[in-house]
């Protein structure tokens, strides 16, 4: 590894050139289809990708997806919840994905039947919209701890096939997690011999921003560099 202030020739130093195309282009973990080449190479080593959108538009279940593919591709993942959710609302939402079993439903009432996707179809001319396919498919309960703990134990063994952790969940109240928070965990972390590959933080704009005498908005932005400076300086995808 180069040191931050480190100089190189770029047409003289044959390390340099090797790495650089090693490095190139090759994504931690993939997703199948066409979300697949939806992503490319975006889910790399060094790079920050945030997901935008409007409240209650689905942010946290994309990245609580993100972090869970990452993990049965055996990349090292480390969410940091920022406050929006507690620790067992995590665990619920976690637990369920893992189990592909609901944990509520509307009003509570069992058994629940949803429109399971299937296939989607693109539009055929550009003012169309694509039509997604289903089928209903019904749970009898909700998601109990049992269930829950007996496919953790399934998917460690036969999916992951490891007794290692390749997720680790770190939660903290609101405006209370910091950028520095995050550097300290990710370097006591790789300390202990689990160096992430993939830090997941839901989300960056209600974490604590200790910079009192800017803009709340230059605030916002400097949050933003420290965590581009995150991915930058211990390599991960953040």
């Given at each position: 590894?180069?040191?931050?202030?480190?100089?190189?020739?770029?047409?003289?130093?044959?390390?340099?050139?090797?790495?650089?195309?090693?490095?190139?282009?090759?994504?931690?973990?993939?997703?199948?289809?066409?979300?697949?080449?939806?992503?490319?190479?975006?889910?790399?080593?060094?790079?920050?990708?945030?997901?935008?959108?409007?409240?209650?538009?689905?942010?946290?279940?994309?990245?609580i997806d993100l972090a869970y593919r990452a993990q049965l591709q055996r990349k090292r993942v480390i969410f940091f919840e920022?406050?929006?959710?507690?620790q067992d609302q995590v665990m619920l939402r976690l637990l369920a994905r893992g189990s592909k079993k609901p944990f509520r439903s509307p009003g509570n009432r069992w058994p629940?039947?949803?429109?399971?996707?299937?296939?989607?179809?693109?539009?055929?001319?550009?003012?169309?919209?694509?039509?997604?396919?289903?089928?209903?498919?019904?749970?009898?309960?909700?998601l109990d701890f049992p269930t829950a703990k007996q496919k953790a134990k399934h998917l460690m063994e036969n999916?992951?096939?490891?007794?290692?952790?390749?997720?680790?969940l770190s939660c903290h109240p609101n405006d209370t997690l910091s950028v520095a928070m995050i550097a300290e965990k990710i370097e006591e972390l790789s300390a202990m011999g689990w160096v992430p590959d993939?830090?997941?933080?839901?989300?960056?704009?209600?974490?604590?921003?200790?910079y009192t005498r800017m803009d709340v908005r230059d605030q916002i932005n400097k949050t933003w560099k420290g965590l581009k400076r995150i991915s930058q300086k211990y390599h991960c995808l953040v």
């Open positions: 590894e180069l040191g931050s202030t480190a100089c190189i020739d770029p047409f003289l130093d044959e390390e340099a050139m090797r790495s650089c195309f090693e490095k190139r282009k090759e994504p931690l973990f993939t997703y199948p289809g066409a979300l697949g080449e939806f992503f490319e190479d975006v889910l790399q080593r060094d790079s920050l990708l945030s997901f935008l959108a409007p409240e209650k538009a689905g942010k946290t279940f994309f990245l920022a406050g929006d959710m507690s629940y039947t949803v429109n399971y996707p299937q296939e989607i179809t693109p539009p055929v001319a550009r003012e169309d919209i694509a039509e997604v396919q289903t089928k209903p498919l019904t749970f009898e309960a909700a999916v992951v096939k490891s007794k290692e952790s390749f997720l680790k993939v830090a997941c933080v839901d989300y960056a704009d209600i974490m604590a921003m200790p």
